[in-house]
Nanobody, 125 residues
Framework: QVQLVESGGGLVQAGGSLRLSCAAS????????MAWFRQAPGKEREFVAY????????YYSDSVKGRFTTSRDNAKNTVYLQMNSLKPDDTAVYFC??????????????????WGQGTQVTVSS
C-alpha cells in the first residue's frame, strides 16, 4: 500500500529554518507529482509547493515564494521542503501529497491521490 511519511517538523523562532522530508513507498515515485499543503487551526488546507516528477518544474504559493524551496531525490523516494525566514503565520500542520497526474502544475488538494499524516510546524514570535 502507498505510504507517505513526513518528518522534520518542530518548534522554531521567527526567522529560523526547518527542512521537512516526505518518504514515499508503494508507488512509482519517479512518475508522481508531489506537493506540500498546510493546514492551520480553524483554516482550510492550503497549497504550499509543487514539484513535477522530473524535479525541474516547481511552483509555490505567493505566501511562501522566495522563502520555501521544494526538491526531490527520486533515488531515495523522498521529497523535501526547505523553509527559510519562517514567520508565525507559517504555523500549521504540513502534509505531503502525491498525484499520478502529470503535464500541468497541480495546486488543488482533490487532485492528489495520496497523503501523509502531517507534521507540525510551530513558529514562535
Amino acid at each position: 500500500q502507498v505510504q507517505l511519511v513526513e518528518s522534520g517538523g518542530g518548534l522554531v523562532q521567527a526567522g529560523g529554518s526547518l527542512r521537512l522530508s516526505c518518504a514515499a513507498s508503494g508507488l512509482i515515485f519517479s512518475r508522481s507529482a508531489m506537493a506540500w499543503f498546510r493546514q492551520a487551526p480553524g483554516k482550510e488546507r492550503e497549497f504550499v509547493a509543487y514539484i513535477h516528477w522530473n524535479g525541474r518544474t516547481t511552483y509555490y504559493s505567493d505566501s511562501v515564494k522566495g522563502r520555501f524551496t521544494t526538491s526531490r531525490d527520486n533515488a531515495k523516494n523522498t521529497v523535501y521542503l526547505q523553509m527559510n525566514s519562517l514567520k508565525p503565520d507559517d504555523t500549521a500542520v504540513y502534509f505531503c501529497a502525491a498525484s499520478g497526474r502529470s503535464g500541468i502544475v497541480i495546486t488543488t488538494a482533490n487532485q492528489y491521490d495520496y497523503w501523509g499524516q502531517g507534521t507540525q510546524v510551530t513558529v514562535s514570535s
